[in-house]
């Protein structure tokens, strides 16, 4: 099946931002939760957290980092429409720090403890009354932010009113898969909640990282060029390593509900996953991405109903009954 021009992976040129302040390491936040001291080139500032805290008008956008060089100057570039940049690194050993300090953006160090707790930690020390989430492998186009922009700009005049006022909005994306856009299988249209009123969201994960605003949503509308580029795989191996990371996830998740596992659910529900992407969300329309995207789908669902049964592996043997 061929592919049209829309299909194409848009260049993004990246615009630095001419940092503002340097803000010196020794101000680098720890969280009494790991000991190992953050890397020398950590950029960031103290916060003023609590009830008290007064918030300026404007957005910042929050990014979570770590190891993200290959999209992360595109990415960061991408929020040139946002006051402020906020990254929460998990320890990166690559160019990510150097480049959030080429965007100005203001960098603390936290030990990973998973998506929701690194995105409560960030919304804590957000100043702005807005914040936006892009992720370090997304893009956000400029027709996009302007969009952002005009949303909360109205919500905060109406904020002041009776009116009932959105305080959370959803965004497009669009997610490139081996040689195309998808737009089938599920993967399209893709609907995700980025933009919030600091201090009214919450975050839970099981498997997957969730998003609880406490009030009102909306969705900021647009065409196919005001939607998120997403780039989530380098390659299949990549893929894989994701996919390895989110059965342990699903499987844990199952476990803590009771659920049982096994390999002949595994078979059922990975192929039911396969004839659910592939033919009843019609995956087969984009083509070999659509059969691919499917087959390693169903290999997930395959993986964490069999890794429920990983609670029982490697226990001692019971030499004891041998010798009877």
């Given at each position: 099946?061929?592919?049209?021009?829309?299909n194409?992976?848009?260049?993004?040129?990246?615009?630095?931002?001419?940092?503002?302040?340097?803000?010196?390491?020794?101000?680098?936040?720890?969280?009494?939760?790991?000991?190992?001291?953050?890397?020398?080139?950590?950029?960031?500032?103290?916060?003023?957290?609590?009830?008290?805290?007064?918030?300026?008008?404007?957005?910042?956008?929050?990014?979570?980092?770590?190891?993200?060089?290959?999209?992360?100057?595109?990415?960061?570039?991408?929020?040139?429409?946002?006051?402020?940049?906020?990254?929460?690194?998990?320890?990166?050993?690559?160019?990510?720090?150097?480049?959030?300090?080429?965007?100005?953006?203001?960098?603390?160090y936290?030990?990973?403890?998973?998506?929701?707790?690194q995105?409560?930690?960030?919304?804590?020390?957000?100043?702005?009354?807005?914040?936006?989430?892009?992720d370090?492998?997304?893009?956000?186009?400029?027709?996009?932010?302007?969009?952002?922009?005009?949303?909360?700009?109205?919500?905060?005049?109406l904020?002041?009113?009776?009116?009932?006022?959105?305080?959370?909005?959803?965004?497009?994306?669009?997610?490139?898969?081996?040689?195309?856009f998808?737009?089938?299988?599920?993967?399209?249209?893709?609907?995700?909640?980025?933009?919030?009123?600091?201090?009214?969201?919450?975050?839970?994960?099981d498997?997957?990282?969730?998003?609880?605003?406490?009030?009102?949503?909306?969705?900021?509308?647009?065409?196919?060029?005001?939607?998120?580029?997403?780039?989530?795989?380098?390659?299949?191996?990549?893929?894989?390593?994701?996919l390895?990371h989110?059965?342990?996830?699903?499987?844990?998740?199952?476990?803590?509900?009771?659920?049982?596992?096994?390999?002949?659910?595994?078979?059922?529900?990975?192929?039911?996953?396969?004839?659910?992407?592939?033919?009843?969300?019609?995956?087969?329309?984009?083509?070999?991405?659509?059969?691919?995207?499917?087959?390693?789908?169903?290999?997930?669902?395959?993986?964490?109903?069999?890794?429920?049964?990983?609670?029982?592996?490697?226990?001692?043997?019971?030499?004891?009954?041998?010798?009877?």
């Amino acid at each position: 099946m061929g592919q049209g021009p829309q299909n194409e992976a848009p260049e993004f040129v990246a615009k630095e931002t001419t940092p503002k302040r340097k803000i010196s390491a020794s101000l680098y936040i720890g969280t009494g939760m790991d000991s190992t001291p953050p890397p020398s080139s950590f950029f960031a500032r103290p916060v003023e957290t609590g009830p008290e805290k007064k918030l300026r008008p404007g957005i910042t956008g929050v990014v979570l980092t770590h190891n993200g060089e290959r999209l992360l100057e595109k990415c960061l570039a991408s929020l040139a429409f946002c006051d402020s940049i906020l990254a929460v690194d998990s320890g990166s050993g690559d160019a990510t720090l150097s480049l959030c300090e080429r965007f100005a953006a203001t960098t603390i160090y936290r030990p990973w403890d998973g998506f929701d707790v690194q995105f409560r930690f960030a919304q804590e020390r957000v100043e702005t009354r807005w914040f936006f989430i892009l992720d370090q492998d997304e893009i956000c186009p400029p027709a996009l932010g302007e969009r952002i922009k005009a949303a909360i700009r109205e919500a905060d005049r109406l904020a002041d009113t009776p009116q009932d006022t959105a305080i959370a909005y959803s965004v497009g994306r669009k997610s490139w898969y081996f040689d195309r856009f998808m737009r089938h299988g599920g993967w399209y249209p893709d609907h995700i909640l980025r933009v919030f009123r600091t201090g009214f969201v919450e975050f839970y994960q099981d498997a997957h990282i969730h998003y609880r605003p406490l009030g009102r949503r909306e969705h900021v509308g647009g065409p196919p060029d005001a939607e998120i580029i997403h780039y989530p795989y380098t390659g299949f191996a990549h893929q894989l390593d994701k996919l390895n990371h989110y059965a342990d996830q699903g499987a844990e998740a199952l476990r803590a509900e009771g659920r049982k596992g096994g390999i002949l659910r595994g078979l059922g529900h990975g192929l039911a996953r396969f004839a659910r992407i592939y033919v009843i969300k019609r995956g087969f329309l984009d083509g070999r991405a659509g059969f691919l995207a499917a087959a390693h789908g169903s290999f997930y669902a395959f993986l964490k109903y069999v890794r429920v049964l990983e609670a029982d592996w490697g226990k001692p043997f019971a030499w004891e009954k041998l010798r009877k």
